[in-house]
Every structure is written in C-alpha cells, then in structure tokens.
C-alpha cells in the first residue's frame, strides 16, 4: 500500500489473501482503512498527540478530484468539507498501525475479527461520514446519524439498522438481499442506489430511490409491501399527535434534491423555521432556542451550499420577522423589535 513492498513480498501476501474469504474479507477492512487515512504509523514509534496532529493535517490536506453516485459527480475537488468523511478510518489506523499487518499475515483471521459481533458507524452533529460494508457496500452518512451492522462470514447477512440519514451504494448479490431497517420501515436491495432518512426525532421516514429497485414494507403490514422504481419515493408518516399514520408512494421527483447533502448542501421547500432549525442544529453542529413559539411556524424556500450560520441566521433575518442572538454554539431566535 506504500509501494515499499518487494516483488517477493508481494507474492506473499497475494497468495494468503486468496487462501480465504476470511483473509480476503480481513485484508479488505485494512485495505479501506488505510485508503481513507493515507497515514502509515508505526506502532513501535507511536506518539499519539503527534499522531493525531499528523493525521488531522493529512485529512485537511486531501483534496479529492471527484466522487459518483450513479454516474454524476458530488464532491467537487475542493478541501473545506472533506471529511469529516475520513476521519473515522483514520482514527482505526492509530490504533491497527504496522501492527495489525503483522495480525494480518501470522495471525488467524478468526482471532482477530469477531464474526457475528456489531460494528456501529456514527456520525457527530456537523459532520458526515463515508464507510465501507464488509460486501463491499457503500454508505455515505449524514450529521447525527448512526448505522449498525454485523460482521458474518461470507458476507451471508447483509443488514443495517440506521437512525439518521444515509446514502447506500449496495454491491450486487443476487443470493443475499441488503436490508436497512429504519425505523417502522423495512427496505430490501440486492444492487442499487438509494438515500434513507430515518432520524428517530422525526415525523417521516423516507426512502428514496435513485437506481436499481428496493421493496419497501412496513413492519407488521405486509400489505404496504411495494416495490420503488428510479425517481420514486416511499414515505411513512409516524402517528403522532398532529398526524395519522400512513404511508404513501409519490413518484416522478428529481432524487437529486434529496441527495444534496452529500456535497454539502440542503433544500428547503415550504419548511418551517422549526424544521429548517433541527436541519441546521444537525449541519452546524449548534443548539437553536425560540423566544416565541409564533416563529416556529414561519415557512422558508430555497437551497443552502456553503454559506455559514451566521450568513444563513442573517438570511432569515433579513427575509422575516426574525432577529438571532449567537453565543458559543447556542442560538436564540425571536421576534424583531420595532
């Protein structure tokens, strides 16, 4: 991975990963790690302040030229808002260092990996995450979001459960259907594309289908059962005090406005000030209080890309009856006097 290795070496390590699926599935996790990370720590040498100092560095450094989803380009190459995306990965590295190739190569991968445990993804407020399943999926977090998964062998269980939001690339396997639980609503895929936004504060689940095909089903009603198409999207609408329960398929919608938020965007359409709240509280990792419950119902339109909190704050500001008050990471809105 350092192009250190000799041709011998090599051959070596070629031959033991193609021994198993073990040792494939093991060299793999190591492999995606140390691609996200592109840090090599000795673990003999390590000094962890400096190591974490090191690794920030190279993670501000990365400057990406572009990703895909389905063809189309989401991260322009720029360094502001990478990851956030890597610094999950980069972190496993200070802790596996040469380490774990030397685990890798005389070690039993079954003494390494615990199969059947669960592996758990999070994502703080103000940050995203991009991850790597053992299939070969990948998912694509969103602030304040969290997915969990078991490590089996051979791949033969390919489930997640997730709170918050999550874009899946799922990696084609006609005898293993990929299931992501979110919430009350249950999806299956066997090799497609698709964003799931299930954030247990709120009053909707939705799945949204930008390739490929899912079933999407409610758990205890199988009579909800049905199958998405591209540019199709399910709905479950929680019972609460203000709604009813339901559930509903809406089709023809541009899937692409519900995936802004991987290249650091959101759309706003008729979204309360209450709602447009939690959605900056999770972006801008800060706290929003309201002086007046009057304001919780106002309703914005409209896109936000790269523009900060206090431009955003002054946005609303400017376009309502709102004034904001900033100290630390809280946030007070209230009526504008006159």
Known sequence: MTDQASPDECLVLDKWVKKSDENRLFFL?????????????????TNIPKALEIVNHKINEINP?????????????????????VRIAALWVLIFGMGALFSMLFLKPEKILNFNSAVSVITPRGSKALTVLPDGSVVWLNAGSRI????????????????????FKVSKDPGHPFIVNAEEMIIKAYGT???????????????TLVDGSVSVEIKNKTSNKTVLKPDEQAIYYKPTAEQFENFLVTKGIDPALYTLWINDRLQIKGET??????????????????????????RFTGIIENETIEQILELIKISSNVDYKIEGREIWLSKTRK
């Open 273 to 298: 000030l209450e709602g447009l709240s939690i959605m900056l509280e999770r972006k801008y990792d800060v706290t929003i209080h309201f002086d007046d419950n009057f304001l919780k119902g106002l």
């Open 148 to 167: 969990e998964y078991k490590i089996t062998k051979n791949n033969a269980v390919r489930e997640v459960t997730i709170d918050g939001e999550a874009y």
């Open 29 to 45: 996790h190591f492999r995606n790690i140390w691609m996200a990370s592109s840090q090599v720590i000795k673990a003999e040498k």
């Open 65 to 85: 030229d572009e990703v895909r989803l389905n063809g189309k380009k989401v991260f322009p190459g720029r360094k502001s808002n990478l990851f956030s995306y």
């Open 193 to 207: 594309e698709f964003n799931v936004k299930a954030y247990h504060e709120d009053k909707v689940v939705e799945t």
